[in-house]
């Protein structure tokens, strides 16, 4: 299967600061690739759509200003999360589509301190 | 967001024992889709049914797409310990890169 790559792995951070998370496919290029969030023992939340070359979309109630999206090139896209709070700790899976089937990559745990 | 209900919820198994978990929606999707997600780490699509009535293997997997469109199963024969994670079902629209969404997840445990 396709390949999609998450980096880092896991970031601790001080509350109030911003952190970046990469999502790259490795095999295949992405126009799109989404962002979910998952916390302790339930289910992936979509957060946004990354379209290569335009604005992300959110979902509803998902801040805009607070996770900025950048998909910059085919096989590139970025979540910053903006001065995150304790809250904000959570696990954060990108995925993207080779061709109909969404391949997910390994995720990326925050905790914010 | 909506989700869609997974039962059971969370289920012990002795191995070699044959497992069974369903899927339901109150919408109508065109693809559903089965995954497992290891602790720690990202979901891996296991199955995906493209049509009502479907019914696809994979090893000892087997799923079913309901005809309703508004259901899926999924079947686990002669468990074994690697089996041991949580699995998501996933509806899909049409279209490529369109959105899923997920299910409640049942997490199964195997017991030697």
């Known amino acids: 299967g396709a390949v999609v790559s998450q980096h880092p792995s896991w970031v601790i951070c001080k509350s109030g600061t911003s952190v970046k998370i990469e999502c790259r496919s490795l095999d295949f290029q992405a126009t799109t690739m989404f962002w979910y969030r998952q916390f302790p023992k339930q289910s992936l939340m979509l957060m946004a759509t990354?379209?290569?070359?335009?604005?992300?979309?959110?979902e509803q109630g998902v801040e805009k200003d607070k996770f900025l999206i950048n998909h910059a090139s085919l096989t590139l896209s970025t979540l910053t999360v903006t001065s995150a709070h304790p809250e904000d700790s959570s696990f954060y899976i990108c995925?993207?589509?080779?061709?109909?089937?969404?391949?997910f990559g390994p995720g990326t745990r925050l905790l914010v301190l | 967001g909506q989700q869609l209900n997974q039962s059971p919820q969370s289920m012990f198994i002795q191995e070699g024992e044959d497992v069974s978990m369903n899927c339901t929606s109150s919408?109508?999707?065109?693809?559903w889709l089965w995954y497992k997600q290891d602790p720690g780490e990202g979901p891996v699509l296991l199955i995906a049914?493209?049509?009502?009535?479907e019914l696809t293997s994979n090893g000892r997997l087997t799923a079913q797409f309901g005809i309703t469109r508004k259901d899926s199963f999924l079947n686990i024969s002669a468990s074994i310990p690697s089996d041991v994670g949580i699995y998501f079902c996933?509806?899909?629209?049409?279209?490529?890169?369109?959105?899923?969404?997920f299910g409640t997840g049942t997490r199964l445990q195997v017991t030697l």
């Open positions: 919408s109508i999707f065109n693809t």
């Open positions: 995925s993207a589509y080779p061709q109909e089937t969404q391949y």
């Open positions: 996933a509806g899909q629209n049409t279209g490529t890169a369109s959105k899923l969404t």
């Open positions: 049914l493209y049509k009502a009535g």
């Open positions: 990354s379209n290569e070359g335009s604005k992300a979309t959110y």
